[in-house]
């Protein structure tokens, strides 16, 4: 009996590009995501990062492909689980850090909007 990778995640990713912005050795590097979850984050950007890289980052909503004015960014943590190349760069999966309870609640709402 085969068992399906998607299955086996503890929280359902949801299709949704969002501009993504990464501390890279003291410059910003902007990105997008090809999906996310409450559990983590598939980006793209231009460089290939290290499996097991600890990163800090930047979410921010965007509605009709440009940034909300009205919406803070949401600041993240994450280690790089996998990385590969895409289309458009390069592809990493992010398991997010520990989200305090202001992290998750925003999280939520902005992947409850997405689903509805």
Do not use: Y
């Not at 598939?42 to 940034?67: A, P, T, W």
């Not at 309870?101 to 909007?113: G, H, M, N």
Request: proline share 2%.
């Amino acid at each position: 009996m085969s068992t399906n990778h998607e299955n086996l995640r503890s929280a359902p990713r949801f299709d949704i590009r969002l501009s993504v912005e990464l501390q890279l050795d003291g410059r910003a590097e902007t990105g997008t995501t090809r999906n996310v979850s409450m559990g983590g984050v598939c980006i793209e950007i231009n460089r290939q990062l290290k499996e097991g890289s600890f990163l800090s980052f930047r979410l921010f909503l965007v509605e009709e492909e440009i940034e909300s004015a009205e919406e803070k960014p949401l600041d993240l943590v994450g280690t790089v689980q996998w990385a590969t190349e895409s289309e458009r760069g390069f592809a990493m999966g992010i398991k997010f850090g520990n989200l305090t309870l202001t992290q998750r609640k925003a999280l939520e709402a902005r992947l409850t909007a997405v689903a509805s």
